[in-house]
C-alpha cells in the first residue's frame, strides 16, 4: 500500500508533526490556534471526525480546510467559502541573485508593520502570530515595511512559502520576487523543499510562482467552514 505525500494533506501534515505545539484539538480535530491561523484538517471524513470539525468550529470559529476534495455538509456549520487552488512546489529554485535592493531579517519588533501591511494587501489569512509560524524577510523603505515574505506550514521536508505581499504604492519593483527567492534559498540550505499555495484563478501570481521555479503539483480546495 502506497503511504500519503506529506503534501497531499499539508494542514494535517503540519498539525500532525512538526508544529503541533501550535494546535487545538477538538476530538480527532485540529486546527492552527486562532491567533496563528485558520487551518484545520480532521483524519478522515468519518461522522465522528465530521462531528469533531463541527464542535471545533462551535468552540474556536472559523476554519479553513486545504484538501483534494470539499468536505461533505456539516450539520450547524456553513460554508463561508470555496475556493480552487494551485499547490506549487520548487524542487530546483531559481538561483538568488544579487538583489538590486536590501533585504531585512524580520522580528518580533515588526510584528505591528507586518500585520499592517498583511492587512492592507490581504496575501492570506494573517493574524497576530502568523509572523511566528516561521522566517520572514522584508524590504524597508525609510524604516516602513514594504514588502515581505516568509513562511508558515512545515509539513515533514517541506515549508511553505506565504505572507508574499507588496505595498500598493511599491510594487513594480521586483521586492515579492527576490524576497520569494530568498525565502526559498533558506528552505532549501535546511535540506526542506519549498511549496506554496496559490488560488487557481490567479494567473498572474501563478505566473511569477512559475517563472521563479514553482511547478504544479497538485489541485486542491480550500473550504472556509463557520458557524450557521
Known sequence: MSSVHPLDRPVWSALTGRQSQLSLAQ???LRFAPDYGLFAATPDTSDQSIADL???VAAHGDVALVEADAPPPIP?????SRAVCWQMVA??????GEPAFAIEDLSEADAPQMLALATL???GPFFTRTHQL???VGVKVGGQ??????ERMRPPGHTEVSGVCTHPDHRGRGYAAGLMLEV???IRARDEVPFLHSYAHNTGAIALYQALGFDFSRELVMTTLTSG
Open 91 to 96: 524542487q530546483e529554485p531559481n538561483p538568488v
Open 76 to 80: 450547524g456549520v456553513a460554508v463561508r
Open 27 to 29: 476530538g480527532s480535530a
Open 54 to 56: 463541527a464542535a471545533l
Open 134 to 136: 516561521g522566517r520572514f
Open 184 to 186: 526559498a534559498a533558506r
Open 145 to 150: 515595511l514594504v514588502a515581505m515574505a516568509g
Open 121 to 123: 494587501t490581504a496575501p
